[in-house]
């Protein structure tokens, strides 16, 4: 959430009194809480919410150098925007740019024109570093997807579009290595995607059952006569609708 | 009324309140597991049908209330008893293929010979019956007609497939072109986690050998 405030990105979710949740709130808010995760366990996070796409992801990316969030490329030669590109947040390290392209839900939005363009735009500006994206929400599938973008040099390159969900994000956030610290930055960023909507599965091993239901209540609930349960045990029956003031002895 | 009768029908009606409240608990983490399967398995997209007895309101989309009738019955008021998760349809190739997941939640009914369901007490007892989620995958040639998939609720209120001792089968139907494979777990198979993507992965094997399909955990 900070992070969206630092970028002036907060302006649609406080039109009125209350919070409306937006994708710009949620990337903030989620993105902007695991930057103070150590880097491995960040990028495992990223890495292992995404689907079959995962395995043509590095095992690791090495030290992060920093995270942007909606930096601004203004070289926009061979894209498709006139002033400038703009990807939700950015994972630099030594040998990576790692493009995380957000949308508000999962299900669908992501698209490959916006791809096209936030990588052509950063390899633009630098093409030393390789290039890695992960398309964070929006997808009706999790299958990886192969694309070939053109170069400032002409040059066609291939790139794979790693597709993850918030749902699987959230997943692999809850399997946090616990520590103090740790487990604060898990339940505010938990609370956080709760608040837009994402709630981390429950496992059956939790259900909590120390309570005990006796049998004996079945036949209770059986042998129960009187003249009000006469209407309960109707339900066994069929109803004549047109008995229904009989039943109910309407008050007067 | 006896005041030893009232004090039965109080602890009856705490036991269902309490049973009321374990039912909720247990179906927020089945639709979870549901949630995480359909992602699991890449699947587009997920609706639910009641079975075992007709839902209350049987066209929610017209968004008219709900009459009290002379064909309801209480089983009608108990969704999560029996359940279809329809993940819908994926294609594979020369293949089109369907997957439900049917929650049945007691088998008792359908470990008996007893033909008439509104009688629990004929049922099989809660501790010889058995709770499970059991696999359904219809596949069809593309752009054939869906002819078995529209029948597949006579399966699910089949004995031979919902009771607890079934495992799997497959079901050809070489008249319509279809064939359809059933395959049962015991809902424990899915209490956690890892156990979930062993037996996805057991029925995803299954799957794929008999139905000559590509179905992959991602």
Same mark, same amino acid.
């Given at each position: 959430m900070l992070?969206?405030?630092?970028?002036?990105?907060?302006?649609?979710?406080?039109?009125n009194?209350?919070?409306?949740?937006?994708?710009d709130?949620?990337t903030?808010s989620?993105?902007g809480i695991l930057?103070y995760l150590?880097?491995?366990?960040?990028?495992q996070i990223?890495?292992?919410s995404?689907g079959?796409?995962?395995?043509?992801l590095?095992?690791?990316?090495?030290e992060?150098?920093?995270?942007?969030?909606?930096?601004?490329?203004?070289?926009?030669?061979?894209?498709?925007?006139?002033?400038?590109?703009?990807p939700?947040?950015?994972l630099?390290?030594?040998?990576?740019?790692?493009?995380?392209?957000?949308?508000?839900?999962?299900?669908?939005g992501?698209?490959l024109t916006?791809w096209?363009n936030e990588?052509?735009?950063?390899n633009?500006?630098?093409?030393?570093?390789?290039?890695?994206?992960?398309?964070?929400?929006?997808n009706?599938?999790l299958?990886?997807e192969?694309?070939?973008?053109?170069?400032?040099?002409a040059?066609v390159?291939t790139?794979?579009?790693?597709?993850?969900?918030?749902?699987?994000?959230?997943?692999?956030i809850?399997k946090?290595?616990?520590?103090?610290?740790?487990?604060?930055?898990?339940?505010?960023?938990?609370?956080?995607?709760?608040r837009h909507?994402?709630?981390?599965?429950?496992w059956?091993?939790s259900?909590?059952?120390?309570?005990?239901?006796?049998?004996?209540?079945i036949t209770?609930?059986?042998?129960?006569k009187?003249?009000r349960?006469?209407?309960?045990?109707?339900?066994?029956?069929?109803?004549?609708?047109?008995s229904?003031?009989?039943i109910?002895n309407?008050?007067k | 009324m006896e005041?030893?009768?009232?004090?039965?029908?109080?602890?009856?009606?705490?036991?269902?309140?309490?049973?009321?409240?374990?039912i909720?608990?247990?179906?927020?983490?089945?639709?979870?597991?549901?949630?995480?399967?359909?992602?699991?398995?890449?699947?587009?997209?997920?609706?639910?049908y009641k079975l075992?007895?007709?839902p209350?309101?049987?066209?929610?989309?017209?968004?008219?209330?709900?009459?009290?009738?002379?064909?309801?019955?209480a089983w009608?008021?108990?969704?999560?008893y029996?359940?279809e998760y329809?993940? @819908?349809t994926?294609i #594979?190739?020369?293949?089109?293929?369907?997957?439900? $997941?049917?929650?049945?939640l007691?088998?008792? &009914?359908? +470990?008996k010979?007893d033909?008439d369901p509104?009688?629990p007490?004929?049922?099989a007892?809660?501790?010889?019956?058995?709770?499970?989620?059991v696999f359904?995958?219809?596949?069809?040639?593309?752009?054939?007609?869906?002819?078995?998939?529209?029948?597949?609720?006579?399966?699910?209120?089949?004995?031979?497939?919902?009771?607890?001792?079934f495992k799997? @089968?497959?079901i050809? #139907?070489?008249?319509d072109n279809?064939k359809?494979l $059933?395959y049962?777990f015991p809902?424990?198979? &899915?209490? +956690?986690e890892?156990?979930?993507?062993e037996?996805?992965q057991?029925?995803?094997?299954?799957c794929?050998?008999?139905?000559?399909?590509?179905?992959?955990?991602?």
């Amino acid at each position: 959430m900070l992070q969206a405030l630092l970028h002036s990105k907060l302006k649609a979710s406080f039109d009125n009194p209350s919070f409306r949740p937006s994708e710009d709130t949620l990337t903030s808010s989620v993105f902007g809480i695991l930057q103070y995760l150590p880097d491995d366990t960040l990028w495992q996070i990223v890495r292992n919410s995404c689907g079959e796409g995962k395995q043509f992801l590095p095992e690791t990316i090495g030290e992060i150098e920093y995270i942007d969030f909606w930096p601004k490329y203004r070289d926009v030669e061979g894209t498709t925007n006139r002033s400038y590109v703009e990807p939700d947040v950015l994972l630099v390290t030594k040998k990576y740019y790692v493009i995380i392209e957000a949308k508000k839900f999962d299900g669908g939005g992501q698209y490959l024109t916006q791809w096209k363009n936030e990588i052509r735009a950063i390899n633009n500006e630098d093409d030393t570093k390789e290039i890695l994206f992960v398309a964070m929400g929006g997808n009706s599938t999790l299958m990886h997807e192969e694309i070939s973008v053109e170069l400032k040099n002409a040059e066609v390159r291939t790139y794979i579009i790693n597709r993850s969900s918030w749902f699987n994000l959230l997943n692999e956030i809850q399997k946090i290595e616990s520590s103090k610290e740790r487990n604060r930055l898990v339940t505010d960023v938990t609370q956080a995607m709760n608040r837009h909507g994402f709630i981390q599965i429950k496992w059956l091993n939790s259900l909590m059952h120390n309570k005990t239901i006796s049998t004996e209540s079945i036949t209770t609930i059986n042998r129960w006569k009187s003249h009000r349960i006469i209407f309960l045990e109707g339900f066994k029956k069929k109803i004549n609708i047109n008995s229904i003031n009989t039943i109910w002895n309407p008050i007067k | 009324m006896e005041s030893n009768k009232v004090k039965e029908l109080q602890d009856a009606l705490c036991d269902i309140r309490k049973a009321h409240r374990l039912i909720c608990s247990f179906q927020q983490r089945m639709l979870d597991l549901a949630q995480f399967i359909r992602m699991k398995l890449d699947l587009p997209s997920l609706r639910l049908y009641k079975l075992f007895s007709e839902p209350i309101n049987p066209e929610p989309d017209k968004n008219e209330k709900v009459v009290l009738s002379g064909k309801m019955w209480a089983w009608d008021f108990l969704y999560s008893y029996q359940l279809e998760y329809d993940f @819908e349809t994926k294609i #594979y190739g020369q293949y089109e293929y369907a997957i439900s $997941l049917i929650q049945c939640l007691d088998t008792g &009914f359908f +470990d008996k010979e007893d033909d008439d369901p509104k009688y629990p007490d004929t049922f099989a007892t809660e501790e010889d019956s058995e709770s499970k989620l059991v696999f359904y995958v219809n596949r069809i040639q593309v752009n054939s007609e869906w002819i078995q998939w529209y029948n597949r609720h006579e399966l699910f209120n089949d004995k031979r497939y919902m009771c607890k001792d079934f495992k799997k @089968e497959v079901i050809d #139907y070489p008249e319509d072109n279809e064939k359809v494979l $059933l395959y049962s777990f015991p809902i424990e198979r &899915f209490i +956690d986690e890892q156990s979930t993507i062993e037996a996805l992965q057991e029925f995803a094997d299954y799957c794929n050998k008999e139905l000559d399909l590509n179905i992959r955990l991602i």
